[in-house]
């Protein structure tokens, strides 16, 4: 461990009003603890529910802490966590989801016998805490890979690689790259994810991937991720917008050109049950910068999407694609 820094890890949690979701994590938590290269800092955004009551009531120790903040959002809050930590990575969860206590130490001792900046792992959607099980023996490490910068960006715009995308909690990384890149989560924004992880893995040329399921999102319907919203997509926007615009960039034009893209149309997706008027702003928006990339770069799939955007017809295609689905479903069933 470096000399500069009191542990290993420091595991951030973001909380605010999940007051009974929390105690499942907290079950792992207490697992986790044990380890006395971990630190656990656990960030009560300014909770409204009994969740502060919950976090009061737990036993605190010098690596494991409750911190009652000021509401400021998820950004706010994970920006506090950079400047409290006293770990050599971070690892920013959020408090309504799970993580496997067992698979901790030996991700450590990766990191620590191999130097690694970047470390991301995979995830797995649940909805019922029961419905997971837990095994140390299931959490030794026998895949380890390592792809560059742009090979991560280039797997992440594969849209069958489910294993790759913008989450800030599927990985760790050592808290010298935020700090030395003045990286930090942009503030009272959605979709924060979008806007940083690209500038970590820019920053450390190398990103070192494991096959082992270290993270588990808890499917909520009022996550950010399932809510539709008019800010939401606003924000989705801007931080393609700040991409399109950030210099010094390690990452190949083409995979940028694909980046770009993909969310672009994850954007116009969720604006299909927006208002009227405000679709169509967004649909002028996208459409124009869509149009704007090199259609000779763009994967198959994105070829075809962007054909769709250039004639106007892609709000008929999902439609349709929509009706046959329904069709399926219903002849399934007979």
Same mark, same amino acid.
């Given at each position: ?62 690596n494991f802490q409750v911190l009652h903040l000021e509401n400021s959002g998820l950004s706010g809050v994970r920006n506090h966590g950079i400047i409290l930590s006293r770990g050599e990575y971070l690892w920013f969860v959020d408090g309504d989801d799970l993580i496997d206590p067992y698979l901790v130490k030996n991700e450590i001792n990766l990191i620590t016998e191999n130097k690694i900046d970047f470390l991301q792992f995979r995830y797995e959607r ?18 380890? =890979?390592? &792809? ?7 797997? $992440?715009?594969?849209? *069958? !690689?489910?294993?790759?995308?913008? @989450? ?115 649909? =002028?928006? &996208? ?7 090199? $259609?000779?770069?763009? *994967? !198959?799939?994105?070829?075809?999407? @962007? ?28």
């Amino acid at each position: 461990m470096s000399e500069n820094y009191k542990f290993k890890l420091s595991i951030i949690v973001a909380i605010y009003n999940i007051e009974h979701e929390i105690k499942d994590l907290l079950k792992q938590l207490e697992e986790v603890r044990k380890l006395p290269e971990v630190e656990i800092l656990l960030l009560d955004d300014g909770s409204k529910d009994n969740t502060p009551i919950v976090l009061d009531q737990l036993r605190q120790s010098d690596n494991f802490q409750v911190l009652h903040l000021e509401n400021s959002g998820l950004s706010g809050v994970r920006n506090h966590g950079i400047i409290l930590s006293r770990g050599e990575y971070l690892w920013f969860v959020d408090g309504d989801d799970l993580i496997d206590p067992y698979l901790v130490k030996n991700e450590i001792n990766l990191i620590t016998e191999n130097k690694i900046d970047f470390l991301q792992f995979r995830y797995e959607r649940f909805d019922q805490p029961q419905d997971i099980q837990f095994d140390p023996a299931n959490a030794n490490v026998e895949h380890v =890979e390592r &792809v560059s910068s742009d090979e991560w960006l280039e797997r $992440l715009n594969d849209f *069958r !690689n489910m294993q790759y995308e913008n @989450y800030a909690w599927d990985h760790i990384v050592k808290k010298s790259v935020y700090v030395d890149n003045q990286i930090t989560f942009p503030l009272n924004r959605n979709y924060e994810d979008i806007a940083t992880t690209y500038q970590l893995v820019n920053a450390v040329g190398q990103i070192t991937v494991i096959d082992n399921v270290g993270y588990f999102y808890r499917n909520r319907s009022g996550s950010i991720t399932n809510t539709h919203s008019q800010k939401n997509i606003d924000d989705m926007l801007r931080a393609v917008d700040e991409f399109q615009k950030k210099e010094n960039l390690s990452f190949s034009d083409e995979n940028k050109q694909n980046f770009v893209h993909k969310n672009l149309v994850g954007a116009y997706y969720m604006a299909i049950k927006l208002p009227k008027l405000e679709k169509k702003r967004i649909k =002028e928006y &996208v459409t124009q910068h869509i149009l704007a990339n090199d $259609l000779h770069v763009l *994967r !198959n799939k994105y070829k075809f999407e @962007y054909l769709l955007f250039k004639f106007n017809i892609y709000d008929l295609y999902s439609k349709c694609v929509k009706f046959a689905k329904k069709m399926i479903g219903r002849g399934s069933d007979d």
